[in-house]
């Protein structure tokens, strides 16, 4: 087993997210937050910040921005619910813009569809105030080791 992959297993049972997503580069820089509801499920949620818009006319969020949230949101979601010693691979990612992410929070959530010896599958939800309102979806794949 790797260090990070301790790291994360330490973090994980002791439920520490704001350790999590210091341990994590990339979801730390673009202030990804992670709590769980009343039914133990992971909620992600991307707080507005100015330098997050893509779009200054309307003000929209950045569309590279709301799909490296939702591929980090996959990837801790699929670690977190695995008890492996590796790190998934992603193999395929594809993600639809429904609508314009304003200047407020996004939130994730994300399923495991299928998920086999070598490979899972997931959908990843993203919204803003109404989850019936979705501002992206994505479909992610992933090799496991």
Known sequence: MSDFMEKFAALRDSKDFAALIEAIPYARLMGVEIAEDEQGELLFSLPFHPRNVG?????????????????????????WHRESQETPKIVDFSLDYLRSGRSQTLHARCEITKQGKRVANMLIEAWQEDRSKPVAVARAHFLLS
């Open 55 to 79: 779009n200054t006319a309307l003000p929209a969020l950045h569309g590279g921005l709301i799909g490296g949230f939702l591929e980090n949101a996959a990837l801790l979601h699929l670690m």
